[in-house]
Nanobody, 125 residues
């Protein structure tokens, strides 16, 4: 019933841009952190960016200055604007929500309990 659905993935050239969107339904996540994670083959799922109820953000060092997370609390969506893409950004990108945290911030994949299906991002050199 609760769903998070990502869209916007695809192929981009190095230096290019993509914008990922995640539409949530079934409940509101306005009180909860929502974030983006990514997983490349053979690697652990890692944080990309997260935003809490009040708009506080956190970015991994690898994407800081290039990616921007945003939320529309009324529409129950979260987006990730990815600029200056690099081949090492290639991964499956997931949006997620941590319903066990309210009015706070969390940073680690095991803490997030709702996940989208993922969308592939491939950056060519």
């Amino acid at each position: 019933q609760v769903q998070l659905v990502e869209s916007g993935g695809g192929l981009a050239q190095a230096g290019g841009s993509l914008r990922l969107s995640c539409a949530a339904s079934g409940r509101t996540f306005s009180r909860n952190p929502m974030g983006w994670f990514r997983q490349a083959p053979g690697k652990e799922r890692e944080l990309v960016a997260t935003m809490n109820y009040g708009g506080d953000t956190y970015y991994s060092d690898s994407v800081k200055g290039r990616f921007t997370i945003s939320r529309d609390y009324a529409k129950n969506t979260v987006s990730l604007q990815m600029n200056s893409l690099k081949p090492e950004d290639t991964a499956v990108y997931y949006c997620a929500a941590d319903t066990r945290t309210e009015y706070g911030m969390t940073y680690y994949a095991p803490e997030y309990d709702y996940w989208g299906q993922g969308t592939q991002v491939t950056v060519s050199s």
